[in-house]
């Protein structure tokens, strides 16, 4: 009777299976939360590192009166540093919109022109940590762009949403605009299947 009664008290196979799945979510789940920890933690320490080698080349090209070059610029270089004053945006902008790139910071679209040279200059940044506040972002706010050559003043324009391979917004300019990049709906999760542009002329 005690063995009958012991056996009835052993979880079934399917209470193990459901027992060790929750356990293997568990896990998975603060795996997942420590990686998001470590990826913000990393971003947030090379931000400050890119804005202070920014400065240093400022007061380096300054002292010796030197203008950046315009040579190609390798996948990762830090290009300036974006602020938005009015949403308290400040972030570096790098050379390139690979996948590390683009966890670092904002990055420049490679084919649209640099900042210091006339044009359409496309900036992109992730819409859930660098360019997320560019969901409040108005008509008229003004955006900066710290570069070597100087600091750049934007008035924006408009906003729009378009599909991905909607790239109209990337294309040339007669005159010096600065055009934002970042996926569209701001709280979607997962792949966003939209974008949302900003576009703002220089003043």
């Excluded at 008035?155 to 934002?180: F, G, H, K, M, Y």
Aim: charged content about 20%; overall charge positive; hydrophobic content about 40%.
């Amino acid at each position: 009777m005690w063995r009958d009664h012991l056996e009835s008290r052993k979880p079934s196979r399917l209470q193990s299976f459901l027992l060790w799945g929750s356990r293997g979510m568990l896990a998975a789940g603060v795996g997942l939360l420590s990686l998001v920890v470590v990826v913000t933690v990393q971003a947030k320490l090379y931000q400050v590192h890119a804005k202070q080698l920014l400065q240093s080349e400022i007061r380096s090209a300054s002292e010796s009166n030197i203008v950046r070059p315009l040579a190609p610029l390798k996948e990762g270089d830090v290009l300036g540093r974006l602020d938005i004053p009015r949403l308290g945006v400040s972030v570096a902008v790098l050379q390139g919109t690979r996948s590390r790139t683009l966890r670092l910071g904002a990055g420049h679209i490679e084919g649209t022109s640099l900042p210091w040279e006339a044009g359409n200059s496309a900036i992109a940044g992730h819409r859930d940590t660098f360019f997320r506040a560019l969901k409040d972002i108005r008509p008229n706010d003004e955006i900066q762009l710290q570069t070597v050559t100087g600091v750049l003043h934007y008035e924006v324009d408009w906003t729009r949403v378009v599909d991905p391979d909607d790239i109209r917004a990337l294309a040339p300019a007669n005159e010096s605009v600065i055009t934002l990049v970042t996926c569209y709906p701001f709280y979607f999760v997962g792949f966003a299947p939209q974008r949302f542009i900003v576009r703002a002329h220089k003043y």
